[in-house]
């Protein structure tokens, strides 16, 4: 499974610069971008990822899904940065995530360009390219923190820029990729100590989260009440395990009061 999951991901990698950019669409939403590109690779995905594991279900970012259930279930971002893809800049990543009893117990990033394969199953450990990862130990001050400004979403706008501001005044210093698959994954090696976003779709979080905390990091729904959840657009908030509490806090600080889509 893992071998041919992987071969599926890299082959869905080489749509990225192989196939031509054709189609840049806009959908609901400030700058929500979809290409023929992300298409032709979540129809790709459907297609190898279901006859990979027969009587299992997909939810994807284009197309029409059904609630997650507790069935074998595939969650996957075809083009995870589709702004970045098409400004050529290079940043972006095919996200697969495999969900049993709603959960995911597989998670895996493809970033073609760099050719990183990021991967991790619940209860293993994280590897990338084969080699064991962990978060780093870096200490809150000199922590660097990632971050997403939910572009489609322009009434976050102010507060991501807030709380962003809020790390750059407290921690060492602030990254902005376009991807949050990737940022996730930087996270999960110690390329970064910190991430968040205001607004995720589970396509966006699902293998990453995964990835996270089996390299020994910590994430969290800030802005929900009870377990963490697979099945809903939402606030992500990660960190190495040493810094989780003065993230969280000063989250917390400037979020008080406020919820997703107010």
Excluded at 37 to 58: A, F, H, K, N
Excluded at 85 to 105: F, G, Q, T, W
Excluded at 140 to 166: I, N, R
Excluded at 232 to 261: P, Q
Aim: hydrophobic fraction near 40%; proline fraction near 4%; aromatic fraction near 10%.
């Amino acid at each position: 499974m893992r071998e041919k999951l992987m071969q599926i991901a890299r082959t869905a990698g080489n749509f990225f610069s192989a196939r031509a950019l054709s189609e840049i669409d806009q959908k609901e939403g400030h700058a929500n971008f979809v290409t023929n590109i992300d298409r032709e690779v979540e129809d790709y995905l459907q297609q190898t990822l279901l006859s990979l594991l027969p009587g299992s279900q997909i939810i994807g970012e284009e197309k029409e899904n059904s609630a997650l259930t507790d069935a074998p279930t595939w969650i996957v971002d075809p083009v995870d940065g589709t702004t970045n893809l098409i400004h050529d800049y290079r940043c972006s990543a095919v996200s697969i995530a495999l969900c049993e009893n709603r959960k995911p117990v597989i998670g895996l990033i493809w970033q073609p360009y760099m050719q990183e394969m990021f991967y991790a199953e619940a209860g293993r450990g994280a590897a990338l390219n084969g080699t064991p990862i962990h978060v780093s130990e870096q200490p809150f001050d000199k922590a660097l923190v990632a971050f997403g400004t939910s572009p489609y979403h322009t009434e976050l706008a102010e507060k991501s820029m807030e709380l962003a501001l809020a790390y750059l005044h407290t921690c060492a210093d602030v990254r902005r990729s376009g991807s949050a698959a990737i940022d996730l994954a930087y996270l999960a090696c110690g390329r970064h100590d910190a991430f968040f976003e205001l607004n995720l779709k589970p396509w966006d979080y699902a293998a990453g989260s995964l990835i996270v905390r089996e390299a020994g990091g910590i994430v969290s729904m800030p802005l929900e009440s009870g377990e963490f959840r697979y099945d809903r657009s939402t606030a992500i908030l990660a960190s190495n395990a040493l810094i989780a509490d003065e993230i969280a806090a000063v989250f917390r600080r400037y979020t008080d009061g406020f919820h997703h889509g107010s």
